[in-house]
């Protein structure tokens, strides 16, 4: 079955590094990834979309980077900030409109000023 | 901001009782979900729906059951609340076209006394 392992339950950080974290599938073949932020007691807010056949997109401080051949995904954070202490969760979207996301369980960020 | 709204935000029931948790949305998106989620733990899908009249159960068995009556409604409903139905229940919507991003209600927290 299809499976989704995010690095690590939780990440500590000192402000003003880049956090990076790390998104890796298997028996799957997505043709899209997807970011998404979600603070305590609420619902996960979309961050970044990545398609298959790109490997980086940008958006202000945040980078992703998606290799279809080492089936991963990073998110990095530049220049970190307590703000953006969070848990950050990776969805992998399938080939067909009508597949469900499958989510990742998420790594939980700290970033320590 | 997202136009999906969900209630009760928050509920305290006893055992035994039918409860209907409420989720809306005014985006007129086709697709709509349902995932349960413990503090600290992964999203777990339960109910999907392509569009109207269509309902789909997800990855995780459920005692629940949904309607889709109308585009901008999914209710889920509980016929027998018991304890194990405690948890966080997540409400979601996105646009047919399969990549859109996913948009999430702000829960309901159930607790079954």
């Known amino acids: 079955s299809q499976k989704i392992e995010q690095n690590s339950e939780a990440l500590n950080i000192q402000e003003g590094k880049t956090a990076t974290l790390t998104c890796n599938y298997t028996?799957?073949?997505?043709?899209?990834l997807q970011w998404y932020r979600q603070d305590p007691g609420r619902g996960p807010v979309f961050l970044l979309l990545?398609?298959?056949?790109?490997k980086e997109k940008r958006k202000e401080r945040l980078k992703v980077t998606f290799d279809t051949t080492l089936k991963q995904s990073l998110f990095h954070i530049t220049a970190s900030q307590p703000a953006d202490s969070a848990t950050y969760l990776c969805?992998?979207?399938?080939?067909?409109?009508?597949?469900?996301?499958?989510f990742g369980k998420g790594t939980r960020l700290s970033v320590i000023a | 901001e997202a136009d999906i709204y969900q209630t009760p935000r928050y509920l305290v029931i006893g055992t035994g009782k039918k409860i209907t948790l409420e989720c809306s949305q005014t985006?007129?998106?086709?697709?709509m979900y349902w995932y349960q989620q413990d503090p600290g733990m992964e999203l777990h899908l339960i109910h999907y729906?392509?569009?109207?009249?269509?309902?789909e159960k997800g990855d995780l068995s459920s005692e629940s059951t949904v309607s889709r009556i109308r585009t901008e409604h999914f209710p889920l409903t509980l016929e027998s609340a018991r304890p194990s139905h405690t948890s966080q229940y997540l409400c979601?919507?996105?646009?047919?076209?399969?990549?859109?991003?996913?948009?999430f209600g702000p829960g309901t927290r159930l607790t079954v006394t």
């Open positions: 985006m007129g998106h086709d697709k």
């Open positions: 729906s392509y569009g109207v009249n269509s309902t």
């Open positions: 990545i398609r298959e056949n790109e």
């Open positions: 969805a992998l979207g399938g080939p067909s409109g009508n597949t469900p996301l499958v």
């Open positions: 979601a919507s996105r646009e047919s076209g399969g990549r859109n991003e996913q948009y």
């Open positions: 028996n799957y073949s997505p043709a899209y």
